[in-house]
């Protein structure tokens, strides 16, 4: 069986992004999924992820420390079957590098996984204090648990 692939996408790549990879990778069998994130912009190449990112992560078990700051390509369009970004702004800038329809339908919103049709933001935390963070956790939490249904059930 081939490896599905997985990407994660948010404007730096440093808050929601990271989060949502490290949430995904712990649900699903590595081996069978690979799972990695990026960003629209160009701003945290090579960052780690925010450090209340890693701490909320930390909180829930998950070591988040590995990852790195990247920009999302039209290569990564080409190499993944699923792009989930945060929200509506990640969606428009992922859509502007699709070169064919087949690409365009992998970019979905991830929380249209728990709000089906609904197009609802993941909220950038960024700016806001740590509550910010595990709220964003908590989304992703309920959103990659609809994706490892639909992955083991065969729809992903």
Known sequence: MEKKRILMV?????????LAEGVLKAKVNTNEVYVDS??????????????????TARKHGLDITDQRGRQLTRQDL????????????NYRDALA????EA?????????????????????DPYY??????ENVYQ??????????EKLKNGTY
């Open 128 to 133: 806001g204090g740590d509550q910010g963070f």
């Open 78 to 89: 080409k190499d993944f079957d699923h792009i989930f970004v945060m929200d509506n702004s």
């Open 139 to 148: 989304m992703l939490d309920e959103a990659t648990a609809k994706i490892v």
């Open 103 to 123: 690409e365009k339908e992998k970019i979905k919103l991830i929380l249209n996984e728990i709000f089906p049709g609904e197009n609802v933001d993941v909220p």
């Open 38 to 55: 990026a960003g629209t912009s160009n701003y945290h190449i090579n960052d780690l992820p925010d450090r209340r990112s890693i701490a």
């Open 97 to 100: 590098l699709a070169e064919s």
């Open 10 to 18: 948010c404007l730096g790549n440093i808050c929601r992004s990271p």
